[in-house]
């Protein structure tokens, strides 16, 4: 095997595959990069679960194929100097040059590389990638990480006539995204559960630029195609919640607010709130205000923040964080809250337009005092 190939490209590959790669695994070519010159230069890193192959311009000399650690070609290609990179293989022996540095390692036998699973195409879809990746970015964070419920470790995805519409849950709140979407083929409304870890990928792979990605869906497996790279996902199986029936839509109480004045007054209470002092944040909705405060071992904060509605001093206790992301991840100048007791959601919505985002969180019950 015989190729060079521009020292940029080739290192933005490898840290692309490499994120797909095992850290340790009991199949030593997991660790490792598979590298494939043949028409073109491919390199694909794989941890059983999920699979990422790019493709990177090159010129080709000798076609070949060979497994590099990721770890120790991450950090040559990495350190060389900016220039043309030629890498050449005499079997194993792996020479590669740039500039003034030189590098002979030793890479092993690409037969042990397990190949990709092949994606048998049932449904598909293209949106483009800023969509994809500002869906993706403002639904991950409410997965869960909770192994007993395998499904909910990933996000729905759920294609229909309207678009594509994400939904993540972990048992304490919701994210939904909805947008419209390229082209369809295949079914008329299908969906499919992607894994969170496989989205943390895809959202790093997809750009922020208008060029489609393309989402083939497959009996067992998941592919997103981004360019010139693919990722391979396996499906999560199983009954996801079903979401519609869990949103509360009938709400008494609706207040509008700045989100990042929301935001704001909510941080600078959460200032004497850690992991070792937990309390929850006490919200009471009146008229035109908002007044959040708390209190922990070390002292108490409060703050109001101006809305707008009719709260009817509605008293109610939230988790920080949870509020936080959800109003973080709002895609929206202001955002609508509808609420109706104190122990029921919280809905979070645009104030205008139409409903591209949603956001629940469940109350925290309050202590008397607290």
Same mark, same amino acid.
């Given at each position: 095997?015989?190729?060079?190939?521009?020292?940029?490209?080739? +290192?933005?590959?490898?840290?692309?595959?490499?994120?797909?790669?095992?850290?340790?695994?009991?199949?030593?070519?997991?660790?490792?990069?598979?590298?494939?010159?043949?028409?073109?230069?491919?390199?694909?890193?794989?941890?059983?679960?999920?699979?990422?192959?790019?493709?990177? +311009?090159?010129?080709?000399?000798?076609? %070949?194929?060979?497994?590099?650690?990721?770890?120790?070609?991450?950090?040559?290609?990495?350190?060389?100097?900016?220039?043309?990179?030629?890498?050449?293989?005499?079997?194993?022996?792996?020479?590669?040059?740039?500039?003034?540095?030189?590098?002979?390692?030793? %890479?092993?036998?690409?037969?042990?590389?397990?190949?990709?699973?092949?994606?048998?195409?049932?449904?598909?879809?293209?949106?483009?990638?800023?969509?994809?990746?500002?869906?993706?970015?403002?639904?991950?964070?409410?997965?869960?990480?909770?192994?007993?419920?395998?499904?909910?470790?990933?996000?729905?995805?759920?294609?229909?006539?309207? %678009?594509?519409?994400?939904?993540?849950?972990? %048992?304490?709140?919701?994210?939904?995204?909805?947008?419209?979407?390229?082209?369809?083929?295949?079914?008329?409304?299908?969906?499919?559960?992607?894994?969170?870890?496989?989205?943390?990928?895809?959202?790093?792979?997809?750009?922020?630029?208008?060029?489609?990605?393309?989402?083939? +869906?497959?009996?067992?497996?998941?592919?997103?195609?981004?360019?010139?790279?693919?990722?391979?996902?396996?499906?999560?199986?199983?009954?996801?919640?079903?979401?519609?029936?869990?949103?509360?839509?009938?709400?008494?109480?609706?207040?509008?607010?700045?989100?990042?004045?929301?935001?704001?007054?909510?941080?600078?209470?959460?200032?004497?709130?850690?992991?070792?002092?937990?309390?929850?944040?006490?919200?009471?909705?009146?008229?035109?205000?908002?007044?959040?405060?708390?209190?922990?071992?070390?002292?108490?904060?409060?703050?109001?923040?101006?809305?707008?509605?009719?709260?009817?001093?509605?008293?109610?206790?939230?988790?920080?964080?949870?509020?936080?992301?959800?109003?973080?991840?709002?895609?929206?100048? +202001?955002?609508?809250?509808?609420?109706?007791?104190?122990?029921?959601?919280?809905?979070?919505?645009?104030?205008?337009?139409?409903?591209?985002?949603?956001?629940?969180?469940?109350?925290?019950?309050?202590?008397?005092?607290?």
């Amino acid at each position: 095997m015989k190729f060079s190939c521009e020292k940029a490209l080739l +290192q933005s590959a490898v840290a692309t595959t490499s994120r797909a790669v095992s850290p340790k695994s009991s199949i030593p070519a997991l660790e490792g990069i598979l590298i494939e010159a043949n028409d073109a230069l491919c390199l694909t890193g794989y941890n059983l679960e999920t699979g990422i192959r790019t493709t990177v +311009q090159a010129d080709i000399q000798a076609a %070949g194929t060979l497994v590099l650690g990721a770890r120790l070609f991450g950090e040559i290609i990495r350190k060389l100097p900016d220039d043309i990179i030629h890498f050449s293989a005499d079997q194993y022996m792996v020479n590669i040059k740039c500039g003034m540095s030189e590098f002979n390692i030793l %890479g092993t036998d690409p037969e042990e590389f397990p190949e990709l699973p092949t994606v048998e195409y049932q449904n598909s879809l293209k949106i483009p990638q800023n969509t994809l990746k500002s869906m993706i970015a403002q639904t991950l964070f409410a997965v869960s990480d909770n192994e007993s419920r395998p499904i909910h470790t990933g996000s729905l995805f759920e294609a229909d006539k309207g %678009g594509l519409t994400i939904v993540s849950v972990d %048992g304490y709140r919701l994210a939904l995204r909805h947008e419209e979407i390229e082209s369809k083929e295949g079914a008329e409304e299908f969906s499919f559960v992607v894994p969170g870890a496989a989205l943390s990928e895809v959202e790093k792979i997809c750009d922020n630029v208008d060029e489609c990605a393309c989402v083939t +869906q497959g009996a067992r497996h998941v592919m997103f195609k981004v360019g010139q790279t693919m990722l391979v996902s396996r499906r999560l199986e199983g009954e996801f919640l079903a979401y519609r029936q869990a949103i509360p839509r009938n709400n008494a109480i609706h207040v509008q607010g700045d989100t990042k004045q929301l935001l704001s007054s909510i941080d600078r209470v959460s200032l004497i709130i850690s992991d070792k002092l937990k309390s929850p944040i006490r919200c009471v909705f009146e008229e035109n205000v908002l007044k959040i405060s708390t209190k922990t071992a070390i002292g108490d904060a409060a703050d109001q923040c101006p809305i707008q509605g009719d709260g009817g001093g509605l008293e109610i206790g939230f988790n920080n964080k949870y509020l936080m992301d959800a109003l973080k991840a709002a895609p929206a100048a +202001q955002v609508r809250l509808e609420l109706t007791t104190g122990v029921s959601p919280c809905v979070i919505l645009p104030a205008e337009g139409e409903e591209n985002f949603l956001y629940m969180v469940l109350p925290v019950r309050l202590k008397a005092g607290e």
